[in-house]
C-alpha cells in the first residue's frame, strides 16, 4: 500500500465534511428543538415533537453547511471580498444564536424573571472574565516565542 503524504487538517477533505457534518447537524438541531419547546399546563416548560421540527433542522443544517463553505472559501481565496461574507454570515448566525437562546425566556413565569435574568447576568460576567484570562494568558505564553520566521536563541 503506498503511503499518503500527510496533508493540513483544513486542506484535509473528509476533516472540511466532518466539519461541516457535524455543526450541520448540530444547528439543525438546536433550531429544530425550539420548534418544540412550550409552556404545558402546568405553566413549565414542555418538549412537544411537531411538525415544525423537520423544516427547521433542515434550515439550521443549511445555514451550518453555507457557512462551512464560506469558511472554505475565505481560506483558499483570501480575499477582503471573502472574509466580508464570511464575517455576515457569521453575524447572522450569532443573531440566530443569540434569538434561540432568548426564544424560551418568554415562557418564564413573571416572578422568577428577575431571579433568571440575574443569574444570566452572573453567568456572562464569570465567562466573559474567564475568557480574557485565558486570552490574556496565551497572550502572555506566546509573547516569549520567537516570531514566524525568526530563528529561537542568541544568533552565533
Known sequence: MKPTPPV?????????????AGS????????????????????????????????????????????????????????????????LFAILLAVVA???????????QPARRFDVFFGLGLAVIVLTSMGVLIYKTIRWVESGEPKDGEIEGPEE
Do not use: C, H
Not at 438541531?29 to 412537544?48: H, N
Open 8 to 20: 493540513e487538517f483544513a486542506a484535509d477533505p473528509r476533516f472540511r465534511w466532518l466539519v461541516s
Open 24 to 87: 450541520s447537524a448540530s444547528l439543525g438541531g438546536m433550531l429544530a428543538s425550539l420548534a418544540a419547546v412550550g409552556l404545558g399546563t402546568a405553566g413549565k416548560l414542555v418538549f412537544e415533537p411537531n411538525a415544525w421540527m423537520l423544516p427547521l433542522f433542515a434550515i439550521g443544517a443549511a445555514l451550518g453547511w453555507m457557512f462551512w463553505k464560506l469558511v472554505w472559501r475565505a481560506q483558499a481565496e483570501n480575499t477582503p471580498a471573502a472574509r466580508r461574507r464570511l464575517r
Open 98 to 108: 443569540m434569538g434561540s437562546f432568548a426564544y424560551p425566556l418568554r415562557f418564564l
